[in-house]
């Protein structure tokens, strides 16, 4: 079974930083594009960022410029630096396996982590 385990989120005010990780289990990491997604209250999770086993990266128009996505194929876990944070970045964040940006995530869904931000 594949799961993730998602942890780095908080409390932060508007225009501060924050660093996600992600462990996964139950697949070959490194052969693995990987992808961070968000669910706010009342709406629909969504894509922010992926990576491909390569190395690719794409980002929803919403982060580009200040979200990162990483990943330590040594450690098999995925980050997301999220600079210049804004109060409608706030959502529960997941992580989970998917070939591609376009792709269906095939992993169980984790807790996720809660980032706020908010003065």
């Known amino acids: 079974q594949v799961q993730s385990v998602e942890s780095g989120g908080g409390l932060v005010q508007p225009g501060g930083s924050l660093r996600l990780s992600c462990v996964t289990s139950?697949?070959?990491?490194?052969?693995?594009?990987m992808g961070w997604y968000r669910q706010a209250p009342g709406q629909q999770r969504e894509l922010v960022a992926h990576?491909?086993?390569?190395?690719?990266?794409n980002y929803a128009d919403f982060v580009k410029g200040r979200f990162t996505i990483s990943r330590d194929n040594a450690k098999n876990t995925l980050y997301l630096q999220m600079n210049s944070l804004k109060p409608e970045d706030t959502a529960v964040y997941y992580c989970n396996p998917a070939a591609n940006r376009y792709s269906r995530p095939f992993g169980s869904w984790g807790q996720g982590t809660q980032v706020t931000v908010s003065s």
């Open positions: 990576i491909t086993s390569g190395g690719t990266t």
């Open positions: 139950g697949v070959i990491f490194i052969t693995a594009g």
